[in-house]
T-cell receptor
Framework: GAVVSQHPSWVICKSGTSVKIECRSL??????MFWYRQFPKQSLMLMAT?????????EQGVEKDKFLINHASLTLSTLTVTSAHPEDSSFYIC??????????????FGPGTRLTVL | KQEVTQIPAALSVPEGENLVLNCSFT??????LQWFRQDPGKGLTSLLL?????REQTSGRLNASLDKSSGRSTLYIAASQPGDSATYLC??????????FGTGTRLQVFP
């Protein structure tokens, strides 16, 4: 149980285009999903927290107009990188928290999406 | 500022050795601490989660301990194998939804 998927697993796009990444909880309902970014050989940095049916909360320094987050259902959150540039190339990982608030409120992580902007 | 640091940054050992990976955090008022494994280009696999009220957790060859007062956690890997080669991340959760990740330890176990 507690499986989180991401699609696509990798994407290459041209500079200036927009890219959408999906994060799905497959076997549980997630009121809260999290988006992280990881640059090569660095750790994960939280970008934003997404709550179903409400606006996402962005971390300091993350442009909300560039990284659009939509959490329209209890099993799906999307991250859209708008007008992507080479510096946005990174590994994007989502996580989801069980709706029932599993005893320890553990976050379950997706497999990640590798974005390369040419 | 709440920070999480891991030492060493990289480790290369022969198969069969027992290993200790270290994680330290600046603010001891944690909610829980979690150890993850990350293979190159992949997502995170949760290994062990320790609640603030617990001292240790064990799973197979892995044992994680927690000392809140000193702001430290260790991950002990017994009888290391080449398949253990990966990056190990610790993450601390305070009384919010946020996980603060450490800098990671890249482990290589050679035959």
């Amino acid at each position: 149980g507690a499986v989180v998927s991401q699609h696509p697993s990798w994407v290459i796009c041209k500079s200036g285009t927009s890219v959408k990444i999906e994060c799905r909880s497959l076997d549980f309902q997630a009121t809260t999903m999290f988006w992280y970014r990881q640059f090569p050989k660095q750790s994960l940095m939280l970008m934003a927290t997404s709550n179903e049916g409400s606006k996402a909360t962005y971390e300091q320094g993350v442009e909300k107009d560039k990284f659009l987050i939509n959490h329209a259902s209890l099993t799906l959150s999307t991250l859209t990188v708008t007008s992507a540039h080479p510096e946005d190339s990174s590994f994007y990982i989502c996580s989801a928290r069980d709706y029932q608030g599993a005893i320890y409120n553990e976050q379950f992580f997706g497999p990640g999406t590798r974005l390369t902007v040419l | 500022k709440q920070e999480v640091t891991q030492i060493p940054a990289a480790l290369s050992v022969p198969e069969g050795e027992n290993l200790v990976l270290n994680c330290s955090f600046t603010d001891s008022a944690i909610y829980n601490l979690q150890w993850f494994r990350q293979d190159p280009g992949k997502g995170l696999t949760s290994l062990l989660l320790i609640q603030s009220s617990q001292r240790e957790q064990t799973s197979g060859r892995l044992n994680a301990s927690l000392d809140k007062s000193s702001g430290r956690s260790t991950l002990y890997i017994a009888a290391s194998q080449p398949g253990d080669s990966a990056t190990y991340l610790c993450a601390v959760r305070y009384n919010t939804d946020k996980l603060i990740f450490g800098t990671g330890t890249r482990l290589q176990v050679f035959p």
